[in-house]
């Protein structure tokens, strides 16, 4: 028994095949739940923000020191990677209007910015709180509102996480990061 059609082609339904029908279904009901389309406005938009984070990012990784191939310095692979952002944004301006994909900016298109804060603050509280408690505030931020876990599991995962990462960094790794509680 094979399966004559050609990869990523629909599969067509003899009378009966309770497998099509069921694909079908979830493809109607993911349809009607996908929010609208937004048009070449936001591909534009979204863009432009790729572009920005690229620049900032580039510029700020260089202040690090770029280094040499041989002996890399800290902002090198920081640079590499926010250059490839910038450069899918180019790209994205260039060739994205015509893409049928975006979607038009809802409340949950606030969620990233959310979490570039919650990283933010982790940055900020760090080095005068220590590790410890930023870090189970931030699992407990992404885990319990921008994941939508209830708290019983943001708190067992977030608990467990810092722990681990905990003992991993500052024993395993030997990293002197700030901390509160010393082993």
Do not use: N
């Amino acid at each position: 028994m094979s399966d004559e059609r050609a990869p990523g082609s629909p599969r067509t339904a003899p009378e009966g095949d309770v497998l099509a029908e069921l694909e079908a279904e979830v493809a109607e009901e993911l349809a009607e739940e996908r929010p609208p389309a937004g048009g070449p406005g936001y591909q534009v938009a979204g863009a432009l923000v790729a572009l920005v984070i690229g620049i900032a990012g580039a510029v700020l990784a260089s202040g690090y020191g770029l280094g040499s191939p041989r002996d890399p310095g800290p902002g090198l692979w920081p640079f590499i990677i926010s250059v490839g952002i910038a450069g899918l944004g180019v790209l994205l301006l260039l060739f994205g209007r015509g893409l049928t994909d975006t979607e038009v900016f809802s409340r949950s298109s606030l969620l990233p910015l959310v979490g570039l804060a919650t990283f933010f603050g982790v940055a900020v509280l760090l080095p005068v709180i220590g590790f410890e408690i930023p870090s189970l505030l931030l699992c407990l931020v992404w885990l319990r509102w921008l994941g939508g876990e209830s708290w019983r599991t943001s708190i067992a995962v977030s608990v467990g996480t810092v722990a681990v990462f905990y003992v991993l960094f500052l024993y395993g790794l030997r990293i002197p990061l700030p901390h509160l509680i010393a082993l």
